[in-house]
Structures are given as structure tokens and as C-alpha cells.
Nanobody, 121 residues
């Protein structure tokens, strides 16, 4: 069973930075995809960034150039470095993983519990 646990959320002023981490336990069959999603109050969940076992990446237009997704396979950890944060980045952020995925996938089976990111103006 694959489990994901996020950490690193918090409150920051606009223009600041945060790094989210997601520890992935259990075996994730390749080819795999991992992603970060977010959901703001009253809005639908949206994809933020994704990465696969070949380190290919995709980003939402709204975060391109500000956020960076990466992974440390030795630590089984997925990261999301968020710079130049804006109030509209405020949301609960979730990490997700999908085994045997076809890149780029829109379907994820395993999800973390979420971590709150709040950006004040």
C-alpha cells in the first residue's frame, strides 16, 4: 500500500517562499507519476505540477516560473519549491502518486492528507 504524507505548509507574506515535502512510503511501480494539487475554498481542485520517473515535469500556467517540482528517490520524497508566492496561491496543497502511469496523467490513485498554505498580502 502506498502512503503519502505532506509537510511544510504554513503562513507567509506575499513574495515569500515555502517548500512542501511529501514522503512516499510503499513501492510505486514504474513508470510512475507524482503530482501536486491544490484546492482553495469554494474552488475546484487544480493541478499545480507533476513529475515522472524520468524526471519530466509539467506546470500549471499560474505557477510556471515560480514553483519547482523535484524528487529525491533516495529519500522517497517529493518536493514543491514555491517562490514569489501570491495571495491567490492560498490553498490546501495535496501530493499524489500514480503507478504504471501514462505521462502526463490526469488520474492519481494515491493521495496525501493535504497541508495548508496561506499567503497574506
Amino acid at each position: 500500500q502506498v502512503q503519502l504524507v505532506e509537510s511544510g505548509g504554513g503562513s507567509v507574506q506575499a513574495g515569500g517562499s515555502l517548500r512542501l515535502s511529501c514522503v512516499v512510503s510503499g513501492y510505486l511501480y514504474s513508470p510512475y507519476c507524482k503530482g501536486w494539487f491544490r484546492q482553495a475554498p469554494g474552488k475546484e481542485r487544480e493541478g499545480v505540477a507533476s513529475i515522472d520517473n524520468r524526471a519530466r515535469t509539467t506546470y500549471a500556467d499560474s505557477v510556471q516560473g515560480r514553483f519547482t517540482i523535484s524528487q529525491d528517490n533516495a529519500k522517497n520524497t517529493l518536493y514543491l519549491q514555491m517562490n514569489s508566492l501570491k495571495p491567490e496561491d492560498t490553498a490546501v496543497y495535496y501530493c499524489a502518486a500514480e503507478p504504471w502511469c501514462a505521462w502526463p496523467t490526469g488520474t492519481y490513485t494515491y493521495w496525501g492528507q493535504g497541508t495548508q498554505v496561506t499567503v497574506s498580502s
